[in-house]
């Protein structure tokens, strides 16, 4: 940077006029004209991580469609476009394009702006080919297919991890980052959840719930599977919607053997459940995974579906006790504490309700609750692999 802001004003402005910048930090020829691919994977390389991506926040967008084209997209003399070759280490530049498709997401760009352009599919399938390219995989690389794929649920671009959501039929060709990933980690159990995530993610919403009494069935006040059609298709929309949902299930039954996702596929099998309205099922899944799982946040998840069933049921004591249940393994956690703080508001116990609010308020005003990241997969668990992967990139 020195180098750069010695030079006189002058310099600098014919610099930028020719189409040339002096060598320095790439945030400063971000500033004046394009961001630099090799410079910022360089300086990102070196390990100045927040330095290579500093710029970032403030590109335009005509520099973020530069960028992305010097990282992904070569043009021959012809004009035919290639996957352009790594301006830096292989692992370097993959984790590079990750955390610039990240912070771009933040400023919704995760999309190109022209259909020209190349998008945050084109740079990560580009950086995925990299390091598939290779003859082995490393911690470096499986690392980066769960970032990738925790930042795609982050921002529910499902077809992106698998296609298709449907059923397959035998021409079908399944294609995805989760399937590219899967290839090369057969072993990875996240990868295999995740690809089960995607294809039931047309479950993914919220239907908002008749008020809960005691003894009653509550159902959905407006259900998020309404059979629109002509009359006398709704059986047969009815067959296929019923074809969908079991399908959808089925990839969540697959894993509840698995030690290392059972018991979260569990859970998201209660909530396939739920959002159908069999209350029951959901109840007995969301037990069996609250029993089997030893990490509090997916322990939470569980009691508070079962919290949610019960309610749902009419069994507004036992709702009770599982949001009870769901705070002791989380405690201070926004929704089994709303939930909870509901239910002793209409009993008459307002004050006790009133102090769970305010501690989820005072203790966890920043947190991520598990329940309000339930439908973007894995991407509470993206700050913690780029932790880890930033200490693949340098020696």
Request: charged share 25%.
């Given at each position: 940077?020195t180098?750069?802001?010695?030079?006189?004003?002058?310099?600098?402005?014919?610099a930028?006029?020719?189409g040339?910048?002096p060598?320095?930090?790439a945030?400063?020829?971000a500033q004046?004209?394009?961001?630099?691919a090799?410079?910022?994977?360089?300086t990102?390389a070196?390990?100045?991580?927040?330095?290579?991506?500093a710029?970032?926040?403030?590109?335009t967008r005509?520099?973020v469609a530069?960028?992305?084209?010097?990282l992904?997209?070569?043009?021959?003399?012809?004009g035919?476009?290639s996957?352009a070759?790594p301006?830096?280490?292989?692992v370097?530049?993959?984790?590079?394009?990750?955390?610039?498709e990240?912070?771009?997401?933040?400023?919704?760009?995760?999309?190109?702006?022209?259909?020209?352009?190349?998008?945050?599919?084109?740079?990560?399938?580009?950086?995925c080919?990299l390091?598939?390219?290779?003859e082995?995989?490393?911690?470096?690389?499986?690392?980066?297919?769960?970032?990738?794929?925790?930042?795609a649920?982050?921002?529910?671009?499902?077809?992106?991890l698998?296609t298709?959501?449907?059923?397959?039929?035998?021409r079908t060709?399944?294609?995805?980052?989760?399937?590219?990933?899967?290839?090369?980690?057969?072993a990875?159990?996240?990868?295999?959840?995740?690809?089960?995530?995607?294809i039931?993610?047309?479950?993914?919403?919220t239907?908002?719930?008749?008020?809960?009494?005691?003894g009653v069935r509550?159902?959905?006040?407006?259900?998020?599977?309404?059979?629109i059609?002509?009359?006398g298709?709704?059986?047969l929309?009815?067959r296929?919607?019923?074809?969908?949902?079991?399908?959808a299930?089925a990839?969540?039954?697959?894993?509840?053997?698995?030690?290392?996702v059972g018991?979260?596929?569990?859970?998201?099998?209660?909530?396939?459940?739920f959002?159908?309205?069999?209350?029951?099922?959901?109840?007995a899944?969301?037990?069996?995974?609250a029993?089997?799982?030893k990490?509090p946040?997916?322990?939470?998840l569980?009691m508070?579906?079962a919290?949610q069933?019960?309610?749902?049921?009419?069994n507004l004591a036992?709702?009770?006790?599982?949001?009870?249940?769901a705070?002791e393994a989380?405690?201070?956690?926004?929704?089994?504490?709303?939930?909870?703080?509901?239910?002793?508001?209409?009993?008459g116990?307002?004050?006790?309700?009133?102090?769970?609010?305010?501690?989820t308020?005072?203790?966890?005003?920043?947190d991520?609750?598990?329940?309000?990241?339930?439908?973007y997969?894995?991407?509470?668990?993206?700050?913690g692999?780029i932790?880890?992967?930033?200490k693949?990139?340098?020696?």
């Open positions: 940077m180098g750069v802001l010695r030079q006189s004003g002058a310099a600098v402005a014919a930028v006029l020719l040339s910048v060598d320095g930090p945030t400063v020829s004046l004209r394009r961001l630099d090799q410079a910022l994977v360089a990102y070196a390990g100045r991580f927040d330095e290579a991506l710029a970032v926040p403030r590109a005509d520099q530069d960028l992305r084209r010097q992904a997209i070569v043009t021959g003399p012809k035919e476009e996957p070759p301006p830096g280490p292989v370097a530049a993959a984790a590079f394009a990750l955390e610039l990240r912070r771009l997401a933040e400023r919704d760009m995760w999309d190109a702006r022209d259909e020209k352009d190349c998008a945050a599919r084109c740079v990560l399938e580009w950086a080919a390091l598939r390219a290779r082995a995989g490393d911690e470096a690389e499986r690392l980066w297919m769960l970032s990738a794929t925790a930042l649920g982050g921002v529910r671009d499902w077809s992106f698998h298709p959501l449907t059923i397959p039929t035998e060709i399944e294609q995805g980052h989760a399937d590219h990933a899967w290839a090369r980690w057969p990875e159990s996240r990868l295999r959840l995740a690809r089960a995530i995607a039931a993610s047309r479950y993914a919403i239907n908002e719930m008749d008020t809960p009494r005691e509550t159902g959905p006040l407006v259900s998020g599977m309404l059979i059609g002509p009359p298709t709704a059986p929309v009815e296929r919607r019923q074809s969908l949902l079991d399908y299930a990839q969540f039954a697959a894993l509840i053997d698995d030690s290392a018991p979260e596929a569990q859970a998201r099998l209660g909530y396939l459940h959002r159908s309205g069999q209350y029951e099922q959901t109840l899944s969301a037990r069996a995974a029993a089997a799982s990490d946040d997916v322990r939470y569980a508070f579906l919290g069933a019960e309610q749902a049921l009419g036992s709702a009770q006790t599982w949001y009870q249940r705070l989380r405690p201070d956690s926004q929704s089994a504490s709303l939930g909870l703080a509901s239910l002793l508001y209409v009993r116990d307002a004050n006790r309700a009133y102090d769970l609010i305010d501690a308020r005072t203790r966890r005003n920043d991520d609750d598990p329940w309000r990241m339930f439908q997969g894995d991407f509470a668990r993206l700050p692999l932790a880890e992967l930033r693949r990139v340098t020696p």
